[in-house]
């Protein structure tokens, strides 16, 4: 049954926007997108209208860990980022049961839903690494974080990973957790077994000082769980130098966080053309400084955007980014530039663009209806800064 979709303003943001935009839709798939004038309605049997409505993709979560959802407001904002992973570590004992961890991210991920969003990246350890059921959730991409410093162990730490995911769920991906807790072999090696990777990088100055001196709270944290490796060589370098370094920044890598960097990694994450996913809140929450988004945008860089967790942020709600990143930049990166973070370049660093992302023609139709829409009002901007009244998700 084909439904045409009718709204004040239709962002596809692929396109320009679209006044008095409609969308033609039949089995959850775009046909066409246009002014609703050109349409023929002969055959059109439903039409849906949002008077004082703006349309747009559904979000797309880039990083987040539906895994963590039980420990919302365990670990309180503001300490330093060692501070914190000494705690995550403490949290390790007292995981819930398999049941109760899922019922907790179920709940979270029919909020996100609720809020926006269609697809998510969700990182496991092990414990979700099966399909969520859930009443109406999101998409997930599956990755299976693995660690472990010790560079004698990166093999058999692969194949268990491997083994794992053969077991459970063949389309999850295999990803490398961050420089100060994986092995240089480990992150190589998970890199040539399943190229699309993200990694934590470069998201605390414990990380810095680690890298280019190799001491620090990381040293600590590493020598007291026993997994300090005598062989590591001091990298005495960035954390995005230190991967172009290792060979595995490339187009299918998405850079998670990437606070501390210079203009020199900047280049290098260009000229690379891996993507980074910036999560603001997650770095408000934990103190750690701001990711250069600014700078980034302006190279050239894909920049799409994520929650992390509810380990490190109080909600996994993409509009709460988007405002907070477009606040905290000072408006310098516009409105639309910040939509499409959370949207369209979402889809493209996932390698999804094909089916998300944008109001295309063949694309699965699915997108995001804010009402309250004042017609003088910055489409873009009246989405980003939240000042929309409800939202309705499809
Ligand atoms: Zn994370």
Redesign the pocket.
Same mark, same amino acid.
């Given at each position: 049954m084909k439904k045409l979709y009718k709204a004040s303003l239709l962002l596809p943001l692929n396109a320009p926007a679209i006044k008095n935009g409609a969308m033609l839709v039949e089995n959850n798939t775009i046909l066409e997108v246009g002014e609703y004038h050109t349409f023929n309605k002969k055959n059109i049997r439903h039409i849906i209208e949002f008077p004082h409505s703006v349309i747009t993709p559904s979000f797309i979560n880039a990083?987040?860990?539906l895994e963590l959802s039980w420990m919302k407001g365990k670990i309180p904002a503001g300490k330093s980022f060692a501070g914190w992973v000494e705690k995550m570590i403490q949290y390790q004992n007292k995981t819930p049961a398999d049941n109760e961890v899922r019922q907790y991210a179920v709940e979270q991920m029919e909020l996100m839903r609720s809020a926006g969003v269609i697809l998510a990246a969700d990182?496991t350890n092990g414990q979700l690494i099966k399909k969520l059921e859930a009443k109406r959730g999101v998409k997930r991409i599956v990755q299976l974080e693995k660690l472990g410093f010790n560079s004698e162990k990166a093999e058999s730490i692969l194949e268990a990973a491997i083994q794992q995911k053969e077991k459970c769920n063949h389309e999850a991906l295999v990803v490398p957790h961050a420089p100060y807790s994986t092995s240089p072999q480990l992150i190589q090696k998970i890199k040539n077994y399943n190229s699309k990777i993200s990694i934590?990088i470069a998201e605390s100055k414990d990380e810095k000082e680690f890298m280019s001196a190799g001491g620090g709270k990381f040293r600590d944290i590493l020598e007291s769980v026993g997994s300090w490796d005598e062989k590591w060589t001091v990298p005495r370098m960035g954390s995005i130098e230190y991967l172009h370094h290792l060979g595995v920044l490339d187009s299918d890598t998405i850079l998670?966080?990437a606070v501390h960097i210079n203009p020199t990694e900047i280049d290098f994450i260009k000229s690379a053309n891996s993507s980074v996913c910036l999560?603001p809140l $997650?770095n408000h929450y934990l103190n750690v400084g701001t990711a250069p988004a600014y700078e980034l945008w302006k190279a050239g860089v894909l920049l799409c955007m994520?929650t992390?967790?509810l380990a $490190?942020n109080a909600k996994l709600d993409m509009n709460e980014e988007m405002k907070y990143l477009y606040l905290e930049n000072e408006k310098r990166i516009p409105a639309d530039e910040i939509l499409k973070m959370a949207t369209l370049n979402g889809a493209k660093a996932l390698g999804c663009e094909s089916s998300f992302g944008s109001l295309t023609a063949g694309k699965q139709a699915s997108f995001n209806v804010f009402g309250g829409y004042g017609l003088t009002d910055d489409p873009a901007e009246f989405v980003v800064r939240k000042k929309w009244s409800k939202i309705d998700c499809y």
């Open positions: 990083h987040t860990h990182i934590h998670v966080h999560c $997650s994520g992390d967790s $490190s």
